[in-house]
């Protein structure tokens, strides 16, 4: 699964989509507070509230079940904000403006008549709100759903237990990308010339 963050935008927004982003300021819904989590240590770009709202997702999408780590365990929303931090910044404000969206009242009043922030939903309700967003009408719930749907689960599957769980084991020495050093043994190999790289 490729978990790299490209420089496109993960939305072209028009003026529409633009006013909805800056929904977030205003009214008496727009500042009812979502779920509250413990905030890790160490998040580089989402926010208290971007980081439940997100983990509150994660938590929907993998719950518990045999065999297989749900979304606290995997640290979901901890790891998303590590893909963020290493990929472009425009997108990675552009997420922290979706997630605001996402879990503000006034905009699930405006879209679909709810007065509660996503995150402080029932589990049922979580559903058929993110559901809800998946077959809107509007170009930009539809994205913002396959958004945020993806960057989730590229971080859940990131998790070494997931990995595991899906009967994949990585080769001895297999390469990880975030390692200072070749841990193979003997030496490291020659990177593949132009030529090994392509077809035979």
Do not use: C, I
């Amino acid at each position: 699964m490729d978990v790299s963050l490209t420089r496109r935008r993960l939305l072209k927004r028009g003026l529409f989509g633009g006013a909805l982003l800056a929904l977030g300021g205003s009214a008496v819904l727009a500042s009812r507070d979502g779920l509250s989590l413990p905030v890790p240590e160490g998040l580089q770009v989402l926010g208290p509230r971007e980081y439940a709202t997100l983990q509150a997702l994660a938590r929907r999408a993998f719950p518990a079940r045999a065999g297989w780590p749900d979304a606290d365990t995997a640290r979901v929303a901890v790891v998303a904000d590590g893909l963020l931090a290493r990929g472009d910044p425009s997108v990675a404000k552009e997420v922290k403006d979706l997630l605001g969206l996402f879990d503000n009242a006034l905009a699930g009043f405006l879209f679909s008549g709810r007065v509660t922030p996503f995150s402080r939903l029932s589990p049922e309700e979580q559903d058929a709100a993110f559901e809800d967003w998946r077959t809107s009408r509007l170009v930009l719930r539809r994205s913002a759903h396959h958004a945020l749907r993806t960057l989730v689960h590229s971080a859940y599957y990131m998790h070494p237990a997931v990995s595991a769980a899906a009967g994949y084991v990585p080769p001895e020495g297999f390469h990880d990308a975030n390692a200072v050093v070749w841990k193979g043994e003997g030496p490291r190999p020659a990177p593949l010339t132009q030529k090994e790289e392509g077809t035979p």
